[in-house]
């Protein structure tokens, strides 16, 4: 089971940082993946961690102002994206990330909101 | 690499089969995957590797294909498959992409 942190509100230009609680499964042996939806659109990949090792990959349109980390002690996954706009009004997603490079379970989703 | 899925909204009717179409630019062997989305909700895994059904997901859901053209077939609709479905792939240079979705109502 992936559990999100709560809906935020931020102001353009701001910051935002996710998290996502793993339980229930060896947190380190499944990388953790980050999608999101923006409202009434697709879903949008975001980026990957390795909860092994720390290696990430994102999605080049989000290079430099992105950053996934994990902690396992606690099991926890996070996404922290800076500079917002308002495209980046979006739910953001956590999914562990399976063999064959497929996502189950997903997170209950985190709805950030970017307004001036 | 850029994934078609075909088409964008589909009517049908409860006890109806239809079919969900994903291409691919280029080949992806089988890493392609299928999911449900409801509103409000997070996607849920249907089909894995083109043509694995999850644990707990119904027969009537089926997957085939391999290279570039993917398809998912749902057969007897039933009112609870009335849903927004993605495909998904993975490639080595690319990375993750999802089909723009196809919304399937009633």
């Known amino acids: 089971q992936l559990v999100q942190s709560g809906g935020e509100v931020k102001k353009i230009g701001a910051s935002v940082k996710v998290s996502c609680k793993a339980s229930?499964?060896?947190?380190?042996?499944?990388?953790m993946t980050w999608v999101r939806q923006a409202p009434g659109q697709g879903l949008e990949w975001i980026g990957w961690?390795?909860?092994?090792?720390?290696?990430?990959n994102f999605a080049q349109k989000f290079q430099g102002r992105l950053t996934m980390t994990t902690d396992s002690s606690t099991k926890t996954a996070y996404m922290e994206l800076r500079s917002l706009t308002s495209d980046d009004t979006a739910v953001y997603y956590c999914?562990?990330?399976?063999?064959?490079?497929?996502?189950?379970?997903w997170g209950q989703g985190t709805l950030v909101t970017v307004s001036s | 690499i850029q994934m078609t899925q075909s088409p964008s909204s589909l009517s049908a009717s409860v006890g109806d089969s239809v079919t969900i179409t994903c291409r691919a630019s280029?080949?992806?062997?089988?890493?392609l995957h299928w999911y449900q989305q409801k509103p409000g909700r997070p996607p849920k895994l249907l089909i894995y590797s083109a043509s694995g059904l999850e644990g707990g997901v119904p027969s009537r859901f089926s997957g085939s294909g391999s290279g570039t053209d993917f398809t998912l077939t749902i057969s007897s609709l039933r009112p609870d498959d009335f849903a927004t479905y993605y495909c998904?792939?993975?490639?080595?240079?690319?990375?993750?992409?999802f089909g723009q979705g196809t919304k399937l109502e009633i």
């Open positions: 229930g499964y060896n947190f380190s042996t499944y990388a």
């Open positions: 961690i390795s909860t092994y090792n720390g290696n990430a």
């Open positions: 998904q792939q993975y490639n080595s240079y690319s990375g993750y992409t």
């Open positions: 280029q080949d992806i062997s089988r890493f």
């Open positions: 999914a562990r990330e399976e063999t064959g490079r497929r996502f189950d379970p």
